[in-house]
């Protein structure tokens, strides 16, 4: 047994999809390699965004696609389901790359009415920012958001 594999499991106990609501999701890449260091496989962690089979679970309000791992603002349609569409978000990538990418389990947050969902989409393009990466988001090539 892997030593993510128990924590992977908890992270999906009470696990719940609701349509129409904004889910902040966060993958990682297996064992923290920076995968997406490399600007070409950063790009088709971009363009898998923009697959329809993707598309199909709901609208992605921002992403940012890290060396190691990417932040998804992910509203999800009426046929949504949060796990489906990690699922079907992280395959595309990994058969993209000819590879296995992402340790098991996702981190998810359910975002309430009342937060200012512009801030959060700030708050996921700006990490290149805060990791040091870059000086301003504008000089980062991998994220993107339908406000900015």
Request: charged share 25%; net charge positive.
């Amino acid at each position: 047994m892997q030593p993510d594999q128990p924590h992977a499991r908890n992270l999906r106990q009470g696990r719940y999809s609701q349509s129409g609501q904004v889910y902040l999701l966060t993958l990682v890449t297996a064992g923290r390699e920076r995968v997406f260091q490399d600007f070409r496989a950063a790009r088709r962690a971009v363009r898998a965004f923009g697959e329809q089979a993707v598309r199909d679970y709901g609208t992605t309000l921002a992403f940012v696609v890290m060396p190691d791992h990417v932040h998804w603002l992910l509203e999800l349609g009426s046929e949504g389901d949060v796990s489906a569409a990690v699922r079907v978000y992280r395959a595309k990538v990994s058969l993209a790359l000819g590879r296995r990418v992402w340790q098991k389990g996702f981190y998810d947050r359910a975002l309430r009415r009342e937060e200012d969902l512009v801030a959060v989409a700030r708050y996921v393009v700006g990490n290149p920012v805060r990791a040091g990466i870059v000086d301003r988001v504008g000089d980062y090539p991998h994220w993107d958001a339908v406000w900015i």
